[in-house]
C-alpha cells in the first residue's frame, strides 16, 4: 500500500489561505484534498476519499502531483483545449499549409474541403477526421464562402424591370 502523506511545502494556514482564495472549483478541490491529507495524517486514503466524494486514484496522483513539483504543482495546468503532444500539425505547420492553399484561392481556383483534406493527408502521410479540417480552418479564421445562389431559369432584364415598377408602399384594400 502507498503512503499518503505530503511534503511540507506549505503550513496548514498558507495551505488553507491558498485553498480559499481559488476562484476555479477544480482548483480549489484539489487544495482541498491536499489540505485534508495533511491535516489528518495517518488516515487511510479510502476514508479521506470517501469524505471529500471522490476516488482514491484522483487522491493519489493529486498528492503525487503536489509532493513531486512542490509549490509549482498547479501552474500551468489548464482543463480542455489543444494539446500540442498529440496534434497532426502544429500552429505554425498549420498556418504555413494554408498560407500555400490561399495563394492557389487567390489565383481563382476553387478550394473546396475535400482537396485541403487530400492535400493535408499528403503533407502529414496519414489520413484526418473531417472535424479536424474544419477546427484547423475555424482557428485559423477561415470561413466558408460560396457566390449566392440564383435560379438557372432567371431572367435579368424581367427582375430589373420588376424592381423599376415595385411599388415602394402598400395598402390593404378595404
Known sequence: MRQLKTKPYLTDNELKKAMNSQKRVDLFKDYLII????????????????????????????VERYNKNGLEWKSGKSRGGRREARCNMSLEEESTFLKSIEQEALN???????????????????????????????????????????????????????????????????
Open 35 to 62: 489540505y485534508s491529507v495533511q491535516t489528518n495524517p495517518g488516515k487511510k486514503a479510502e476514508e479521506i476519499a470517501k469524505i471529500l466524494g471522490i476516488t482514491k486514484n484522483k487522491l493519489y496522483k493529486t
Open 108 to 174: 481563382g481556383q476553387i478550394i473546396t474541403y475535400h482537396q485541403i483534406k487530400t492535400k493535408l493527408e499528403t503533407v502529414i502521410q496519414r489520413t484526418v477526421s473531417d472535424d479536424y479540417i474544419w477546427d484547423m480552418l475555424k482557428r485559423h479564421k477561415w470561413r466558408k464562402k460560396v457566390p449566392r445562389q440564383s435560379h438557372p431559369k432567371a431572367d435579368k432584364e424581367v427582375q430589373a424591370e420588376y424592381k423599376k415598377n415595385f411599388r415602394n408602399y402598400w395598402q390593404p384594400n378595404l
